[in-house]
């Protein structure tokens, strides 16, 4: 275990390399009397314990905290001081820092145990950092994939659609151009066509753009889903829900909901072949509660691979420290349960 001692008065200094000498080798021992040699040994190396002393010739108290902190390599630091300050004992605590100490009451077995409690809550620290960094990047990446995803439907819905009908419309008209016999007939396929491309476009628009919520509640912008749904399948989609607590929601929560319904609702009409969907939802003090069930023809999980549609969801809902759970099997229809935690202010 290596040790950075940074420390000015001889004494102290005599006395802590007593204690840490009973169960280390001197060796491993390094000694700094001020800030600026302490920066400069933290650049050379790095150190499984700091011990800091706050008055310093060149550095003193929330100073000196913040200067080690940042060049302590994620290094856990112990404060050793002179003076009782519990309110600034609590706020190095809150900066960074693993324990705080006075002098007077250290001994060598409560600095030893200091020592390797602050090494373990500093690992332990370290590796939920390193989880949030990871679940950042998760988050980061399924957001990158759903973009690329819709980009990608996006160009194969206006090129393989609405550009074909667009194709057709101009070829109905140059036909109208040379056969006025049925000049009448080609203009009127002609407006059907164009009427079909403004309907795509429409959807493609509706799809695309976030719901206005404004004066309206999650429950109100979800059954205008639904009903758009209705006009282009013929899944019958029943709901159940109490509006009054939908309006409760957090507007940032409440669009992210409506996301997650509406690509439930594209997966189901793409994949199940379902006929029935219920969709119901609720709302505690602290949790919202969604389902979703359909009847059609489910999957394996072991089997089936969760495509970037379920992947988003569970991101969303990782976005509000919630979880989505799919209960599903061949020939079963499928349920979605997905949970998200309500904060304050939020």
Known sequence: MKI?????????WFLIKEYLSERCPEESIIHCASIQSAMKKLQEQQFDIILLDLTLPDSFGNESIAKVLSHSHESPVIVLTGYEDRLFSMESIQSGVQDYLQKDEVSSALLFKSIYYSIERNKVRLQM???????????????????????????????DNINQLIISSMMFIKMAENNQDKYKKYLEETHELLKKAMQDIRSLSHRLAPPDLSGASLGEALAVLIARVGKFSDIKITTEWNDLAMCELPSKMSLNVFRMVQEQLNNIIKHSGAREVKIAASVTARQFLLSIKDNGIGFDPEVTKAGNGLTN?????????????IITAPEKGCLMNISLMIEDGK
Not at 4 to 12: A, H, I
Not at 133 to 157: C, H, M, N, Y
Not at 313 to 325: H, V
Request: aromatic share 4%; proline share 0%.
């Open 129 to 159: 950092k390193a989880e949030q960094q990871k679940k950042q990047r998760d988050i980061t990446d399924a957001v990158i994939t759903a973009l690329e995803k819709d980009r990608f439907e996006i160009s194969g819905e206006l090129h």
């Open 4 to 12: 950075l001692v940074v420390e000015d008065n001889e004494g102290d």
């Open 313 to 325: 969801i569970r991101t969303r809902a990782s976005l509000f420290n919630g979880e989505m759970e």
